[in-house]
């Protein structure tokens, strides 16, 4: 008995850094969303989408739990993260047991997202194109030496055409399984009904539509092979791993309400403002391509995020009524709110391209069962077809008087106040 406490004790000492404890737990409190937010700022990782009158979950280190207590509080661990295998075999095997002659389908794995996205270029070579980004701009791998991929899909694919560009993307936090689901059925739809429903078949033809499944390689495969509560990338520094994609970008990198400075913050901003490959290459190739639209999947909480998270923009008003009217279409009712923080990147494709951007939470959930996941998918559909839909204020062309090229243009408008260096052009 001795030898066996002293062999868990060693081994307990051998485990890798790699594989830190995170718990989901639960606090029940009175003033629970004043709470939730006060902990939020300190650099917690609140769960937005579970805050509620009287309770708040949070995903923590053994540290934050020890803090924590410490301040009082009394979580209750609801899971222990471990690896997403584990629990999709967990769960096939349930579903086996109930039906077995149909096993459901389950979560696509990092590799199965890219091999979708592929096969999906090689059923529709003339429409969808599977782009190597990394590859493309030569920029360098992730840390974890992996490339960042997307889909294109337009008529006359392998043209840059005069037409808007609408970017879809998900999983910069790599635990929100839900939302690559939702970029690759949306993917599916624009392919498998491009010539046979004339709406859509219309869209692909008047715009370039990029779909970017997984913005977190790295994180999304260590969620699959290591641990299901996984938020950030995988970036290892001295004092911890990770920085929260989502709170890296230049814009509001240094707001009131920026991400943690803490590198052992689920929130962590990073060492400096686009410290990251991933933001840099989002930011590289949105230069180039220049979305006029965004639509930025996150889970869970069934809302749809605008503006800033504690900086004004001019037109606040008009973007609340947009998120609010994208809601609808995605049957959320008209939930919406700005989000909790600044650094992200639907606030910087705001910011710097002036690009109608907004960031949708979906699910009720991270990990949902696959067959709901497929379901949320369906349900939102709508409100991506009305992103690209939405006419835009103000569009055209600017060109050179003399030559008849066109020119980079900046737009300001009278009577707008842009107070955060906003950038509104072509
Ligand atoms: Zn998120």
């Avoid at 939302?179 to 033809?205: E, K, R, S, W």
Wanted: charged share 20%; proline share 7%.
């Amino acid at each position: 008995m001795r030898k066996t406490i002293s062999l868990g004790f060693l081994l307990a000492f051998a485990l890798p850094a790699s594989a830190q404890v995170l718990q989901r737990v639960s606090i029940r409190t009175p003033n629970a969303p004043q709470i939730a937010h006060q902990l939020q700022s300190d650099g917690y990782d609140v769960l937005e989408g579970s805050i509620e009158k009287g309770s708040f979950q949070l995903v923590v280190s053994p540290e934050s739990m020890t803090e924590l207590m410490a301040l009082g509080f009394r979580p209750r661990v609801l899971e222990t993260g471990r690896p997403f295998y584990e629990i999709e075999a967990e769960r096939m095997r349930d579903a086996e047991g109930a039906s077995p002659d149909a096993p459901p389908a389950g979560y696509p794995d990092l590799a199965n997202v890219i091999a979708q996205m592929q096969t999906a270029a090689a059923n529709f070579p003339s429409i969808c194109q599977f782009v190597d980004l990394t590859a493309t701009y030569g920029m360098p791998k992730t840390f974890g030496n992996r490339s960042l991929y997307a889909v294109k899909i337009s008529d006359n694919v392998n043209v840059d055409e005069d037409e808007q560009a609408v970017l879809i993307v998900s999983a910069h936090h790599c635990r929100e399984t839900v939302t690559p689901v939702t970029a690759l059925h949306a993917m599916d739809q624009f392919t498998q009904l491009y010539g046979v429903d004339p709406m859509i078949t219309n869209l692909v033809d008047t715009h370039e539509i990029w779909i970017a499944p997984v913005w977190n390689p790295d994180g999304y495969n260590y969620v699959w092979v290591g641990n299901n509560l996984w938020r950030k990338n995988r970036h290892a520094f001295a004092n911890g791993i990770g920085v929260d994609l989502n709170r890296n970008y230049d814009f509001g990198w240094s707001a009131p309400c920026r991400g943690s400075s803490n590198v052992s913050s689920e929130t962590y901003r990073g060492p400096s403002p686009a410290s990251e490959v991933e933001t840099q290459t989002m930011k590289v190739w949105s230069e180039d391509v220049r979305f006029s639209k965004v639509l930025d999947f996150h889970s869970f909480g069934r809302e749809t995020l605008w503006e800033y998270g504690c900086d004004p923009h001019p037109l606040s008003n008009y973007l609340q009524n947009e998120a609010i009217s994208l809601s609808q279409a995605a049957g959320y009712g008209s939930k919406n709110r700005p989000p909790s923080a600044d650094g992200e990147h639907f606030e910087w494709q705001l910011n710097a391209y002036g690009a109608y951007s907004f960031l949708m939470e979906i699910s009720t959930a991270f990990q949902p069962p696959f067959s709901s996941a497929q379901a949320e998918a369906a349900q939102v559909f709508p409100a991506i077809v009305q992103l690209i839909n939405q006419p835009v204020p103000i569009s055209g062309h600017v060109t050179d008087a003399l030559t008849g090229l066109p020119v980079e243009a900046t737009i300001t408008t009278r009577g707008l106040n842009f107070q955060r260096s906003e950038v509104n052009r072509s």
